[in-house]
């Protein structure tokens, strides 16, 4: 067993490291911990940058646009992405995070020809149409109706929970084309430009005060025929591939990394009866607490990655990965708003203080979300219970 | 970064697996919680003549010269059985400090006896008002000639009922809570002036309080320099505690196993409990706990492996997490299983006690918190 990295990884890590350093914007990096609260022209301008390095999708095969980096590379770097401070890009969760491997093993010639480009560049910004107002955990019950006419299908009822859809060009939709059956098996898998007729979004403001996700409406909307992914009713096998992606992309360690070596940091110049907040003993057993689970749960990203090594990917034992590091960010979410004493309550205030505040108190709100969505923790635990430990179901 | 098992540690793992399996039993853990000395001479040798007390020692001495996962999973299986014999006494900490700091003819009179069973010597260092801090001191050794005069008194010596020699702790020089002026001895348990107070703990194993009035240690039996004892006792602790987390981690695994069968068997209002929610996510909950604390005893043994600087750090790091997964684990594994749980003939509860008893050796969470904010320079 090693606890190192081998020389040519260390390499590449200082590598990344310190063109992150040099080419992260501060006023991108600065806005980590703040959660979804990125400027859409900044984020635009970041993915540009990333996109003209080379790295907008490193895992990805060179010729696919990518740079062909190994699993252990490809953690070195999303790690030292993250723990630089450089916030998730949205304008590649979806796109590239999700659709695009989809299209890769699922999708046509055509529409690999079509998407994957523009996706790269930042071109076509994608969200992802899969919950509605009664079909959240219970994602099978889904019911936007989708009826095949002649070339068209023709779409009519309701999305929600759409991240990024007043933003973005096309949604990948999950549509009900039969209901006469098991309801999973009548699902099937659209690609949809948003700009067709028959579309509205509607932005929902959410605790943060932004409007992070939308309500998008479907009334008589026309989608071609050629926008069908994979074949008709194959909806729900194609959707739990690309939700078993997101599970394992699902927690950026080196993102909470980074929140807890923040706190740490900030406690340290905080004074409090005149010594550094850090040296107070009741204060820095709850940080050495947190510490400690933080590192727990790096060396469980470092011993999947051993697994990942020899081919053994995780399956629904990832899961626990979501679980955990959600629930965890949010404690250090927690320590962080802890450690700004009566600041904690600020509410915006940019003008009086200083961001690291704004992002501290925005991020304690923001972080309330992630054990809601990709998965609640309820449903995930149900997941490692009857399909990890093989509890009955009934 | 490698934290993969070879094909050997893995079969190390089967054989210890299937020596649990076939030489122990929960049964024979209600026999021995009755015996004062809580584990069996007869399997006690059986190890040894599986080489098993070898494991870290080098080949001149008789051992196998192995690296620290082989003690992982070593001792994970001893976990999952709740195996009681006293083997990281002897071979992590008593015979570990005479490899660590010992002189050839020390080693030599004392590791191939330890590795063929016949020789039991633990070690003795915490003191009353001292709780866990190894620093902590008040016994003294007093140089008069050739010889030290040692008076003092130790608590909870891990095994210290079969032991034959002690490696103690006794201050040379400085103050009660210094860590300069601390000097390892060995001392026999039939010297004169050594008084042994048996005691029991909570998981049926033994302990004692060993009393030293004027007991006279030949200079030769000094182990490493006089007033250097500390940083062995620290680094030989740590090696103990790395592997006292990975029988945790066995003992919460098989926590999990019988849980998760109790679950799917027992029935009530017409179907499995396994079948309702509130039992099915203390499941999972007990599942991430246990993968956690996996991870952080494969880092700490690693570090040990790897000699980094990180050791001690990570050793704090997988103590506190196994000690909160254990408890937690154990807590609610009890709960689950109702009533049977709180009685002695279920199996649930040995593990409980045994949780308790891990959570409180070489060192609490809170001790074990406020090593690392210092390790980590707070």
Redesign the interface.
């Known amino acids: 067993?090693?606890?190192?990295?081998s020389s040519d990884?260390e390499r590449f890590r200082e590598e990344v490291r310190k063109w992150f350093e040099d080419n992260t914007p501060s006023d991108v990096k600065d806005q980590t911990l703040g959660g979804s609260t990125l400027e859409h022209g900044l984020m635009f301008k970041w993915h540009k940058t990333l996109y003209e390095k080379g790295w907008i999708v490193p895992e990805f095969p060179k010729e696919l646009g990518g740079a062909g980096l190994s699993e252990?590379e490809q953690f070195i770097f999303n790690y030292e992405y993250s723990h630089c401070g450089a916030p998730r890009l949205k304008t590649k969760l979806v796109s590239l995070g999700m659709l695009a491997p989809l299209l890769l093993q699922h999708g046509t010639k055509e529409q690999q020809d079509r998407f994957i480009p523009d996706m790269l560049s930042g071109k076509t910004i994608w969200c992802q149409g899969f919950s509605e107002p009664n079909a959240g955990s219970d994602l099978a019950s889904l019911n936007l109706k989708a009826v095949l006419e002649g070339d068209h299908f023709v779409l009519n009822g309701q999305k929600t929970w759409t991240s990024m859809a007043d933003h973005a060009d096309w949604i990948f939709l999950l549509v009900r084309t039969d209901s006469s059956g098991k309801k999973q098996e009548g699902i099937s898998f659209l690609l949809a430009d948003l700009k067709t007729p028959g579309i509205t979004i509607r932005p929902i403001e959410a605790l943060t005060d932004h409007a992070p996700f939308c309500e998008v409406f479907f009334d008589d909307v026309r989608v071609p025929k050629e926008n069908l992914v994979g074949k008709m009713g194959e909806g729900w096998k194609l959707a739990g591939a690309l939700l078993q992606h997101e599970r394992l992309n699902a927690f950026p360690v080196g993102e909470l990394i980074y929140a807890i070596e923040t706190v740490r940091k900030n406690s340290g110049k905080t004074i409090y009866r005149g010594k550094p907040l850090?040296?107070d003993p009741t204060f820095?057993?709850k940080?050495?607490?947190l510490?400690?689970?933080c590192?727990?749960?790096l060396?469980?990203f470092?011993?999947i990655?051993?697994?990942l090594?020899?081919g053994s990917a995780p399956g629904p034992?990832a899961s626990?990965l979501k679980?955990?590091g959600s629930e965890l960010y949010r404690r250090v979410m927690d320590l962080n708003i802890e450690v700004l004493g009566p600041y904690g309550q600020s509410w915006y205030n940019l003008e009086e203080f200083d961001n690291s505040i704004h992002q501290a108190t925005m991020g304690w709100v923001n972080s309330t979300s992630l054990t809601i969505w990709g998965g609640s923790s309820?449903i995930?635990?149900?997941v490692?219970?009857?399909q990890?430990?093989?509890?009955?179901?009934? | 970064m490698d934290f993969q098992l070879s094909s050997e540690h893995l079969s190390l793992k089967e054989s210890v697996a299937s020596f649990v399996k076939k030489d122990h039993s929960f049964d024979r853990l209600r026999h021995l919680r009755n015996d004062p000395l809580g584990y069996s001479k007869e399997v006690w040798k059986k190890m040894a003549e599986l080489g098993w007390m070898g494991l870290i020692y080098p080949e001149e001495y008789g051992g196998l010269e192995l690296d620290f996962a082989f003690v992982m999973v070593l001792l994970e299986e001893f976990g999952r059985g709740l195996l009681p014999e006293p083997w990281i006494s002897n071979v992590l900490l008593g015979g570990n400090l005479v490899l660590m700091g010992g002189s050839e003819s020390q080693k030599h009179e004392v590791l191939p006896g330890v590795i063929s069973g016949d020789l039991m010597i633990t070690a003795a260092y915490l003191e009353n008002d001292g709780r866990y801090d190894i620093n902590f001191c008040a016994t003294s050794a007093e140089q008069r000639g050739d010889a030290y005069f040692i008076s003092g008194k130790k608590i909870f010596v891990l095994d210290g009922l079969s032991a034959d020699r002690f490696v103690i702790t006794a201050r040379t020089s400085e103050s009660v809570a210094d860590k300069d002026g601390i000097t390892l001895f060995m001392v026999s348990s039939r010297e004169n002036g050594v008084k042994l107070t048996p005691l029991k703990t909570m998981d049926g194993r033994n302990a004692c309080i060993l009393e030293l009035k004027d007991v006279s240690v030949p200079g030769s039996n000094v182990i490493g320099e006089v007033g250097r004892g500390y940083p062995l006792l620290f680094e030989a602790i740590d090696h103990a505690t790395a592997g006292l987390c990975a029988e945790m981690v066995g003992g919460m695994q098989a926590s999990i196993d019988l849980t998760v069968a109790y679950l799917s068997e027992r029935t009530q209002f017409g179907k499995p409990i396994g079948t309702f929610q509130t039992p099915q996510h203390k499941a999972a909950d007990m599942f991430i706990q246990k993968e956690l604390a996996v991870s952080s005893v494969y880092y700490a043994i690693a570090s040990i492996d790897e000699k980094t600087d990180e050791r001690a750090l990570a050793v704090s790091i997988a103590k506190t997490k196994c000690s909160s997964a254990y408890m937690e684990i154990t807590k609610a594994a009890v709960q689950l299983f109702g009533g049977i749980g709180f009685t002695n003939e279920g199996d649930i509860g040995f593990f409980l006690k045994r949780a308790k008893v891990s959570e409180i050796l070489f060192g609490d969470t809170d001790y074990h918190l406020d090593r690392y904010t210092r390790l980590s320079g707070y």
């Not at chain 1, 067993?1 to 990295?5: A, G, P």
């Open positions: 067993m090693k606890v190192s990295y990884e252990t850090i040296q820095r057993r940080l050495a607490a510490e400690v689970d590192n727990s749960l060396y469980t470092f011993r990655l051993s697994q090594k020899i034992e626990f679980v955990y309820e995930q635990r149900t490692i219970a009857t990890v430990l093989k509890l009955p179901r009934k």
